[in-house]
């Protein structure tokens, strides 16, 4: 969908959200953090998927809108075609974390949190990689 440029000293993500008014919302927002850089987005669980793999992105963004049943094998995908990518969840059910962690993600978050919980989220994921997240 959109893809943009690489940066090697940002930190690239790539978005997935089935709503495209969620995907531009979490862009607008990532894109003002200091050294993001949102390399990809995608509308469903195969493209993000297919663009993880072939970006290697260091954060995968999936809004997984109460889908339990794509939301885990999307994430063990996503590890398993590309290992070093980070993968934070979203999802309007809190009891969607235990699946989602059990699967990999490196974070959960509910929909409707401040935006400084992502930014933690990005952080805490990040930072054993040594990559940094700044507004």
Do not use: W, Y
Not at 20 to 39: A, I, N, W
Not at 82 to 108: H, I, K, N, Q, Y
């Amino acid at each position: 969908m959109g893809e943009i440029p690489s940066d090697a000293a940002a930190i690239r993500i790539v978005l997935a959200a089935r709503h495209v008014t969620v995907r531009v919302g979490f862009k607008e927002f990532l894109s003002s953090l200091d050294g993001v850089l949102v390399v990809g987005e995608a509308g469903d669980c195969e493209e993000a998927v297919g663009l993880v793999a072939r970006l290697r992105p260091d954060v995968a963004v999936l809004d997984c809108n109460n889908a339990l049943d794509r939301c885990p094998p999307t994430v063990r995908e996503i590890k398993r075609r590309s290992p070093g990518t980070r993968v934070v969840v979203v999802d309007l059910d809190p009891a969607a974390e235990p699946a989602a962690r059990a699967a990999g993600a490196d974070a959960f978050l509910l929909k409707g949190c401040p935006s400084s919980q992502l930014v933690e989220a990005l952080r805490s994921a990040l930072e054993p990689h040594g990559k940094s997240v700044g507004r």
